[in-house]
Nanobody, 116 residues
Framework: QVQLVESGGGLVQPGGSLRLSCAAS????????MGWYRQAPGHQRELVAT???????TYADSVKGRFTISRDNTKNTVYLQMNGLKPEDTAVYYC??????????WGQGTQVTVSS
């Protein structure tokens, strides 16, 4: 199974920026649709953004215009650039790899806290 290792989380002020990275340990990275999900305490995990191997993207309405998902298929890495962060963005962010019929893999999660 593909292994995913996330980094880049931290504490930022409202309006600040962070870039999350997710490195995938697979030689077939190109076939996976990658995604970022987040889970706040007491809430279900929710989709933030996805990106296909061909770099087609989707975003949750709550992050459109502020977050950008991207991938570097030569580095087996997916990124989430988060700008204009709000306190409600505070959550554990998880990297996801999906490919039918291979299924899903998840990263360990990285904490993003937005607070003044």
């Amino acid at each position: 199974q593909v292994q995913l290792v996330e980094s880049g989380g931290g504490l930022v002020q409202p309006g600040g920026s962070l870039r999350l990275s997710c490195a995938a340990s697979t030689n077939i990275f190109i076939i996976y649709t990658m995604g970022w999900y987040r889970q706040a305490p007491g809430h279900q995990r929710e989709l933030v953004a996805t990106i296909t191997g061909g770099s087609t993207t989707t975003y949750a309405d709550s992050v459109k215009g502020r977050f950008t998902i991207s991938r570097d298929n030569t580095k087996n890495t997916v990124y989430l650039q988060m700008n204009g962060l709000k306190p409600e963005d505070t959550a554990v962010y998880y990297c996801n790899a999906h490919r039918f019929p291979l299924g899903d893999a998840w990263g360990q999660g990285t904490q993003v806290t937005v607070s003044s």
